[in-house]
Every structure is written in structure tokens, then in C-alpha cells.
């Protein structure tokens, strides 16, 4: 969905972060000045913080960098650019994710999709991932694979191509949890989301969903029930610079999916290893309604967890995996 053409002007003339008069932008958007006051409560409805204040306007609490298409695909180089067929950028999706598997059968080549806000962004097992307008990296990539098991441990190399591109923007000290969050200090940045459909003719489609957390209100971060942190806290003050982020996002990552088939992930897997951040730690794994408590021992070969539990050193899939605290 995009937003009509007028309250997408209001909010570009916003992202600068300065004050902007009420009288200014009814001025020069063709509007009254309470409609520019409702559009405004519009903008704050959707996650954004703006101040308002007397005989000075309106502003941004901070300064915000809006997605452009061309911009990502500009800075893309020749080889990851002939590699996608198509790049969206929507203004609000209930999931960048579901965009893709909608016109999957249709689809031709891959394709990105980017929305600025989601309205039921997933994460793993069926929980929620808070968005607002603006604030986050909402990202879902549409690749195919030849069959099977050309798949093995590609939510790991995902998490590896993502922490590269964190570097590339100056995000130090990103570690990766099996088997597929992002962490910074031992709170959440962001995940990695893989939904995998075989089709009629023997290939996989897998879309791939990565979600950043950029800046979240601490208002609109309230109900998130886990220890979190957000790009704003690494980076600083200075504003995130989401378009390069999504460019070396998908720089990696195309090239890592062109060489996946062929080299999997034993090419990637010493690299993950250095990143683990969980490595000799107590947790428990949940599936389903089985508890399983032991120590993180890393991941094998095909980057399946290794847990060293009461009954010996087991090897998982799947699962939920959790920190063990005091009172477990």
C-alpha cells in the first residue's frame, strides 16, 4: 500500500528533523491548517514522535532517511543488479513476507519487497514483530533452488551476510543466536524468517524475511517481551542510513544465494561460528510442549544446534531456544 500523495509530501518535508510551521507547510502542500494538524496525528498514529510547539511547528523528534528503490538499486553492482528482477518499495504491507508468497506463481526471476511499516510483521513461531512507520528495516527476498536440499543451513548463512552488512554501516559487536536472531549485547536487533514452497516442477521458493530494528519508540517498544536493542543505540545519534543498509543487505545476500547451491554452508560456517555469541551457555530448547535443558555446545556441520544435556551431547533442528535465568 502507498500512502496518498499528500501525506507522503508532509512526511518528506518532516524527515529533516527541524521545525517546520503549520502555516509553512498548509502553504505549500495546498492545505488548511487543521488538515496539516490531522495528518500530522496521522503520522504519530503510525510510530513517528512529533513534537509540536507554539510559534514554531512541527518536527521529528528524529531525523528519518525514507527507502528509495533507485537509490538501493543504484548501489548495487552489476552482477547482484542483473540478479533481481524486481525491487518494491511500499509505504505499508501487513507483511513484506506475504507480499511475495501472494504472487509467488506469477513471479518470474527475484524479487524484494521493503515496506517503511507493517501491520502484522512474523517472526518465528507465530510471534509478532513491532514496526513502526519508519523506524525499522522490513525486508523479504524471493529466491529458487534447484531442490531441496540446496536449503540445508541457510538461515544461518543469512544471519552471516546480514551481521556483514551491519559492519559495512559501522554496527560493531552484532553477534548471531541459532538459529537465526541477531543480537547486540545480548538483546535483540533483529531475525531472519525462511517460508520454503516446493513448486510443479521440482524447484523450492524460499522467502527470505529479514527484520532490523532501527529505531523503536520506547512507547511503541512496550509490549515486546524480550531484551531489545535498536540501530539508534549502536549507531548514535547521527541518522541510520537505511538505504545503504538495504543496498549491502542485498549486495550479500544475492551474492551469497548465486553461490549457495554450489558451496552451501561450509563456506560460510567458520564465520558463523566466530559470531556466536551463546557458545558454553545454559538454555533450554522448547519444541512443541518438550522442555530440554543442557548447554549450548555451537552447531554442527549442517548448522544444527548441539546441546549437551543430562543424557549426553544431543543435536537439534529446530526448536526455540532460550537462556536458561535464575529461576529455570
Known amino acids: 500500500m502507498q500512502f496518498n500523495p499528500t501525506k507522503k509530501a508532509l512526511l518528506r518535508r ?100 521493503l515496506a517503511e511499516c507493517q501491520t502484522a510483521g512474523k517472526g518465528r513461531i507465530g510471534r509478532n514483530w513491532q514496526s513502526p512507520f519508519a523506524g525499522n528495516i522490513c525486508l523479504s527476498l524471493l529466491w529458487r533452488f534447484p531442490d531441496h536440499s540446496a536449503l540445508a543451513g541457510l538461515s544461518l548463512a543469512v544471519g552471516v551476510a546480514a551481521v556483514r552488512a551491519l559492519q559495512a554501516v559501522g554496527a ?30 521440482g524447484s523450492f521458493a524460499v522467502v527470505i524475511g529479514i527484520g532490523l530494528n532501527g529505531y523503536l519508540p520506547r512507547a511503541w517498544a512496550q509490549h515486546i517481551d524480550q531484551p531489545w536493542s535498536d540501530l539508534r543505540e549502536i549507531l548514535g545519534s547521527a541518522p541510520l542510513p537505511r538505504n545503504r543498509l538495504v543496498t549491502g543487505l542485498l549486495e550479500q545476500l544475492l551474492g551469497l544465494l548465486a553461490a549457495y547451491p554450489e558451496r552451501g554452508l561450509t563456506a560460510v560456517l567458520d564465520e558463523w561460528r566466530g559470531y556466536h555469541c551463546q557458545q558454553g551457555q545454559s538454555a533450554c530448547l522448547y519444541l512443541g510442549d518438550q522442555r530440554i535443558s543442557g548447554t549450548i555446545a555451537g552447531v554442527d556441520d549442517q548448522g544444527q544446534l548441539l546441546l549437551d544435556t543430562a543424557e549426553g551431547r544431543k543435536t537439534y533442528a529446530s526448536g526455540d531456544l532460550r537462556l536458561r535465568t535464575a529461576g529455570d
Do not use: M
Not at 27 to 53: K, P, Y
Not at 73 to 89: C, H, T
Not at 182 to 199: A, D, Q
Open 14 to 113: 518532516l524527515a529533516d528533523g527541524g521545525f517546520h510551521s503549520g502555516a509553512t507547510l498548509a502553504r505549500e502542500l495546498g492545505l488548511t491548517r487543521t488538515a496539516v494538524w490531522a495528518l500530522v496525528h496521522e503520522l504519530e498514529s503510525l510510530g513517528l514522535e512529533i513534537h509540536s510547539v507554539r510559534g514554531k511547528g512541527y518536527r521529528l523528534t528524529h531525523p528519518l532517511e525514507l527507502l528509495d528503490a533507485g537509490l538501493i538499486r543504484a548501489g548495487l553492482s552489476d552482477a547482484a543488479a542483473a540478479s533481481l528482477a524486481s525491487l518494491e518499495v511500499h509505504d505499508q504491507l501487513d507483511s513484506t513476507n506475504n507480499e511475495l508468497q501472494r504472487g509467488l506463481r506469477s513471479a518470474t526471476g527475484s524479487r524484494v519487497c
Open 172 to 201: 560493531a559487536g552484532i553477534g548471531l543466536k541459532w538459529p537465526n536472531d541477531l543480537l547486540w549485547r545480548g538483546r535483540k536487533l533483529g531475525g531472519i524468517l525462511l517460508e520454503v514452497s516446493g513448486e510443479a516442477h
